[in-house]
């Protein structure tokens, strides 16, 4: 079976998922919208500038379909029917849940936003705007460019090693002399240090899996998968085609 999205949260009140190369993530946006208007919802879509700064989206945003935000790297919302959505080619998807304020986040953490502290922010956010304590939080990273292949030079990780000196555990030296970075290993270090007690990362790399995945790095590849999540609405059916078993 060809696999169009990865569920990367499902409950009875949240789903999120993370698309393949069997969609676009225009597509998926654009089919997202449309089922919004159905249930009165929205799909919230930032304008990616690899910065820190991250959307609230409340209920003046129910019933708009697409809502941009530009110049975000994420959003955070309470309120059900709103899909939060980002773009990745490698970059990691950072999604947040928290059930206890029933409240959801979601950031796009490449390099850029690791080093300024995107996720971190997440959680500050979150406990800013909904009460949310880190160790009430559900956070997981999706496929993103893994150790394996993320060779970057050594100005970058001198960038990583002056803000997080603990990083040069997460730094590999191949045989030829280069360097890779494990970003997921940094980004799940940086929550740990936020407070949050259930982060995982997918092991699936991006830039390995061309069958299944789009990259920009290894390819050069400018169709993304997109990452969304939404709180469900009681009483409807929410996204449609996300609750489809099928995927
Ligand atoms: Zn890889």
Redesign the pocket.
Known sequence: MTVTELKIIDDRQVFASFTTRQTTAYERREALAREAEGIGGAVVWPHLVHGTDIAVVGEESQGKGLVVFEDHDGAVTDVPGIALTVTCGDCLPVYAWDPVHRAIGLVHAGWRGILAGIAAEMVYVMGREYGSRPEDLQVRIGPG??A??FEVKEDCYGLFLDKYPWAEDYMYRRPDGSFTLDLKGINLEILTLCGVEDALASER?T??EEDVFYSWRSRKEKDRMLAYIYIKVEGTPGFKSAEDPSL
Request: hydrophobic share 15%.
């Open positions: 460019i893994d394996c292949c790399c830039c390995c």
